[in-house]
């Protein structure tokens, strides 16, 4: 592999992080003219170290373009067309205005909570009165009975949709519990 990486002739090789020595030594043995790393004990390795100090994954791109003398935002950011946002609206068994709490009920393999800490939380939502909505991702689309039982009279459990559309309802939630999962990071946007 390093061979293949080399014949490539790389301008810029960037290690990302400092916990892999693995991924420290195809960044300087792939050949590439020029390396840029993060600051700490392998810093001195480097041509370029990444500026600044990144708190969220968000983040590191910026980081990256700033320190290579380029602009970059900082966080991603998806449009919502007027359509999408409308057709999201009619969705709502109650008004979104102000926005929602939201619910996502979802996760892949290790990221996935059981039924009954959804259903608590479900319960906790139905306690404070604020209008939520719940939705679930395919591979949880067997939870929908028992959270529809958990469900009181201000939450609403959203059916299955495209992800543009899945991505116009966020855009009502203002807080949204969910575990690491693509959603949260679509809400981020």
Excluded at 21 to 29: D, E, G, P, V
Aim: glycine letters at 8%.
């Amino acid at each position: 592999m390093i061979w293949e990486l080399r014949r490539e002739n790389y301008d810029l090789a960037i290690q990302i992080g400092e916990g892999s020595l693995t991924s420290w030594a195809f960044t300087h043995l792939c050949g590439a003219k020029k390396t840029l790393g993060q600051k700490g004990r392998l810093q001195n390795t480097y041509d370029w170290l990444i500026e600044g100090k990144t708190s969220h994954a968000y983040e590191l791109p910026s980081a990256i373009a700033h320190s290579l003398g380029l602009h970059c935002e900082s966080l991603p950011w998806m449009v919502v067309s007027e359509k999408e946002h409308a057709r999201a609206k009619e969705l709502f068994k109650h008004s979104s205005e102000g926005g929602v709490a939201g619910v996502f009920v979802g996760g892949h393999l290790d990221k996935r909570l059981p039924l009954i800490f959804w259903q608590a939380q479900i319960r906790e939502l139905n306690m404070t009165g604020e209008n939520y909505v719940v939705m679930v991702g395919p591979e949880e689309e067997h939870y929908r009975q028992h959270l529809e039982q958990c469900c009181g009279p201000p939450g609403q459990i959203l059916p299955l949709m495209p992800i543009r559309e899945f991505a116009a309802v966020l855009s009502h939630v203002i807080t949204l519990i969910t575990p690491d999962t693509g959603p949260m990071h679509m809400a981020t946007a």
